[in-house]
């Protein structure tokens, strides 16, 4: 079982940053590929990043150049970055990490990130 508690959201105005956090507990934190996702009001929840446990990543076109995904294995922990953010940026913002072999994966409660002036 893992348990993943997300914090750092907020309002922030057009062209701001943040950055959100991650921590994971209950298992191997470096077994796990480690991601982010969104969901904005009336709609469905979208893949924002991922970040293997190799260390790999991969973007949603939306943040391409804007958004980092990084871990920090030795904290347990997996940031986002987001600069140049954007109205449509906001929603609440949710972790999730996957097991590497058997794929089960686990999510957060979620963070809301509002963006506007």
């Known amino acids: 079982q893992v348990q993943l508690v997300e914090s750092g959201g907020g309002l922030v105005e057009p062209g701001g940053s943040l950055r959100l956090s991650c921590a994971a507990s209950?298992?191997?934190?470096?077994?796990?590929?480690m991601g982010w996702y969104r969901q904005a009001p009336g709609k469905q929840r979208e893949f924002v990043a991922i970040?293997?446990?190799?260390?790999?990543?991969n973007y949603a076109d939306s943040v391409e150049g804007r958004f980092t995904i990084y871990r920090d294995n030795a904290k347990n922990t997996v940031y986002l970055q987001m600069n140049s953010l954007k109205p449509e940026d906001t929603a609440v913002y949710y972790c999730?990490?996957?097991?590497?072999?058997?794929?089960?994966?686990?999510w957060g409660q979620g963070t809301q990130v509002t963006v506007s002036s």
């Open positions: 999730t990490s996957i097991h590497d072999v058997s794929q089960k994966g686990y």
């Open positions: 209950g298992s191997i934190f470096t077994s796990y590929h």
């Open positions: 970040i293997t446990s190799g260390g790999n990543r």
